[in-house]
């Protein structure tokens, strides 16, 4: 089962089985109460971080301790704990320049409490040992660690590698365009699932170019 715990225009996930659960992103600072209540009444054992930006990993310090568990990312994304700059961000629509602006001066006024990853993840891995029928998928191009979480085959986190925030689309801002693309043509390849955004509520999948 996938709760989506709305974070302003962001989102958390818990992926269930049973009483196991994992946390997929961690929200930003103003939202760790929210997001650890959720967590009650479930036995965490992983945060999972869809990629390395401050409104996704905000939290990931307080809630591992909170939660006493450790922090799961994809490798590429660990120098942005320290510095969200560290891979420029670009767009190339208005709503995304716009979107562009505001994250850029988030990055450089929230800081990010510093924490070290416990668990790298790669493409193809499998959450089965944390209780959870789940998969992890590289989705690179928004950022160069991006990932998402396949569950059973039926639902797909996938951080920002596509976004409905304003309507549902590709990301609005990228590392690597191209790359981007890339990932966004192999979510339309998994077929029938339902696409849960680190941004807007779920939808159905569809051919995303």
Not at 122 to 145: E, F, M, R
Request: proline share 5%; charged share 20%.
């Amino acid at each position: 089962m996938i709760q989506r715990i709305r974070c302003g225009n962001g989102n958390c996930y818990i992926v269930s089985n049973g009483k196991n659960a994992i946390l997929v992103d961690t929200g930003r600072e103003k939202y760790r109460q929210k997001i650890l209540d959720a967590c009650k009444p479930y036995d965490v054992c992983l945060l999972v971080l869809t990629h390395g930006h401050m409104d996704h990993i905000q939290n990931a310090a307080f809630l591992s301790d909170a939660l006493k568990c450790p922090v799961a990312m994809n490798r590429e994304d660990e120098p942005l704990i320290a510095d969200n700059m560290q891979q420029p961000l670009f767009a190339h629509r208005f709503l995304g320049k716009v979107v562009l602006s505001i994250s850029v001066k988030s990055f450089y006024k929230d800081k990010i409490p510093a924490f070290t990853p416990d668990v790298f993840l790669q493409d193809g891995d499998l959450l089965d040992s944390y209780g959870i029928p789940a998969k992890v998928i590289s989705l690179p191009g928004h950022t160069n660690g991006s990932i998402g979480i396949d569950v059973m085959e039926k639902d797909l986190i996938v951080g920002d590698a596509l976004m409905n925030m304003f309507y549902p689309t590709v990301s609005m801002l990228y590392h690597d365009k191209s790359v981007m693309l890339q990932s966004a043509d192999k979510i339309s390849g998994m077929g029938e699932r339902t696409i849960y955004f680190g941004h807007g509520k779920p939808m159905k999948n569809r051919n995303w170019k």
